[in-house]
């Protein structure tokens, strides 16, 4: 009896290390399982992040494009070229008409000093910009007298203050428009999702996703627009008015200049 009761404890002995052992061979099989479907998807998503990487923003920005339409982005890209066209033509026009105004102020002083009024305006001849054009100005109504000259200068400023500010209206009226065009867009795709709601009769994010995206898109795209032609529009408004307080200094000092000449 003895000996039946040690065989059936080393039996049960075996059986319990027998189940031990398969639960941890299943328990290996399952950690290792494990891991290799999460080093699957990490390899996946480096392998997706690594091919939106060399897609780049420009090829991204171009299919983001195509997928607005050609009806509101066409007219939004219209805005941004024309935009563009009249600032780069304001950037040109503002770089040429800036003048050392500490250079050529002291070139006509000399001038007065040893040739006089003519030889002072052929300095100005010879210098391009606002300033100079004041200065010639100035200088042509010398002869008659100080306020002439005064009253010639203030109204040359102000032709030459609206040939610098030329065109500039139609930057801010296209910085104006993109945006307002993004946002039309935007409604009309809209309308667009709720008139296939109502016709289907069934609210369905897959029924409505197509015209939310191409509505959304028109707008954000209209928003890059004005935002890149609102920081050319700025940078052209701080040249012009550094411009023009430089041909305010120079009136004044043409001014003094005259009178200490004609004394």
């Not at 939004?76 to 070229?81: A, G, T």
């Not at 100005?137 to 102000?158: C, F, H, P, T, W």
Request: charged share 15%.
């Amino acid at each position: 009896m003895k000996r039946l009761f040690s065989i059936l404890a080393v039996a049960g002995l075996f059986v319990c290390n027998t189940n031990t052992v398969n639960a941890q061979v299943n328990a290996n099989a399952i950690t290792s399982n494990l891991s290799a479907t999460i080093a699957t998807a990490a390899t996946m998503i480096q392998d997706a992040a690594a091919t939106e990487a060399e897609r780049g923003f420009v090829q991204v920005l171009k299919e983001k494009f195509i997928e607005g339409g050609a009806g509101f982005m066409g007219i939004v890209l219209l805005c941004l070229i024309l935009g563009l066209a009249v600032a780069i033509e304001r950037i040109i026009y503002l770089n040429l008409a800036t003048t050392n105004t500490t250079k050529l102020k002291q070139r006509v002083e000399d001038a007065l000093a040893s040739g006089g009024i003519e030889a002072a305006k052929e300095v100005c001849r010879n210098t391009k910009g606002p300033v100079a054009s004041i200065y010639y100005q100035g200088l042509d109504r010398a002869g008659e007298s100080i306020d002439s000259a005064e009253k010639a200068v203030v109204a040359y400023g102000g032709v030459q203050m609206g040939q610098l500010e030329k065109n500039v209206s139609w930057l801010s009226l296209f910085i104006a428009i993109a945006p307002m065009l993004g946002f039309m867009g935007t409604v009309i795709g809209m309308i667009q999702a709720f008139e296939k709601i109502a016709a289907v009769g069934n609210l369905s994010a897959s029924l409505i996703a197509g015209d939310i995206q191409v509505a959304l898109l028109t707008t954000v795209f209209g928003l890059i627009v004005a935002i890149i032609l609102q920081i050319f529009y700025n940078y052209i408004i701080a040249k012009i008015d550094s411009i023009v307080n430089d041909m305010e200094d120079s009136s004044i000092s043409l001014i003094d200049m005259l009178v200490d000449h004609k004394k």
